[in-house]
T-cell receptor, first 114, second 117 residues
Framework: AQKVTQAQTEISVVEKEDVTLDCVYETRDTTYYLFWYKQPPSGELVFLIRRNSFDEQNEISGRYSWNFQKSTSSFNFTITASQVVDSAVYFC???????????FGGGTRLMVKP | GAVVSQHPSRVICKSGTSVKIECRSL??????MFWYRQFPKKSLMLMATSNEGSKATYEQGVEKDKFLINHASLTLSTLTVTSAHPEDSSFYIC?????????????FGPGTRLTVT
């Protein structure tokens, strides 16, 4: 069975602060994929990143960075110098290699105040 | 590329009526389409997996007769909420899996907000 846990249900920061969203996962598979999605108030899911289990290199994309730690089964997401437009719900998700079913975490609602 | 559309984006219907939601992959062939339901401030819950030309596989607790899924072609899947009731009000999201790619990437539609009065 797969499980994704996002312990932070809501985070509130002031603009320009850095913020890290936590994601912890459980799986028995050795090959799997991890994802982060952003869901703004409009509701549409926006794909942010996919990482496979064999690639533990951290990734940076502009103000976004991701820290994949296989040893702790975590795939944390950091936004540097947050902006009001970053306000959204962020979902971490897991998919195994055998199928194509995604397991979503509960989501973290990020509120960035001006 | 890999755009998925949903229609309608919003629908309000009266209790007891049926509502059909369409999910289309616009520029690719989708071997598999997924239907999710999302309650306010909650995560996405998978309702069913739909493979083209075969019956949908429903998740535990999802009523097959209530939520009819048809996947008649490689670019279209429909979800019909039959005899809708207020508790069926929710945000419904579909996704399509890209045929021929090893990672079976899922591309999400923009969602349909259903309100049953």
């Amino acid at each position: 069975a797969q499980k994704v846990t996002q312990a932070q249900t809501e985070i509130s920061v002031v603009e320009k602060e850095d913020v890290t969203l936590d994601c912890v996962y459980e799986t028995r598979d050795t090959t799997y994929y991890l994802f982060w999605y952003k869901q703004p108030p409009s509701g549409e899911l926006v794909f942010l990143i996919r990482r496979n289990s064999f690639d533990e290199q951290n990734e940076i994309s502009g103000r976004y960075s991701w820290n994949f730690q296989k040893s702790t089964s975590s795939f944390n997401f950091t936004i540097t110098a947050s902006q009001v437009v970053d306000s959204a719900v962020y979902f971490c998700a897991l998919r195994n290699n055998a199928g194509n079913m995604l397991t979503f975490g509960g989501g973290t609602r990020l509120m960035v105040k001006p | 590329g890999a755009v998925v559309s949903q229609h309608p984006s919003r629908v309000i219907c009266k209790s007891g009526t049926s509502v059909k939601i369409e999910c289309r992959s616009l520029d690719f062939q989708a071997t598999t389409m997924f239907w999710y339901r999302q309650f306010p401030k909650k995560s996405l819950m998978l309702m069913a997996t739909s493979n083209e030309g075969s019956k949908a596989t429903y998740e535990q607790g999802v009523e097959k007769d209530k939520f009819l899924i048809n996947h008649a072609s490689l670019t279209l899947s429909t979800l019909t909420v039959t005899s809708a009731h207020p508790e069926d009000s929710s945000f419904y999201i579909c996704s399509a899996s890209l045929r021929g790619t090893p990672t079976y990437e899922q591309y999400f539609g923009p969602g349909t907000r259903l309100t049953v009065t």
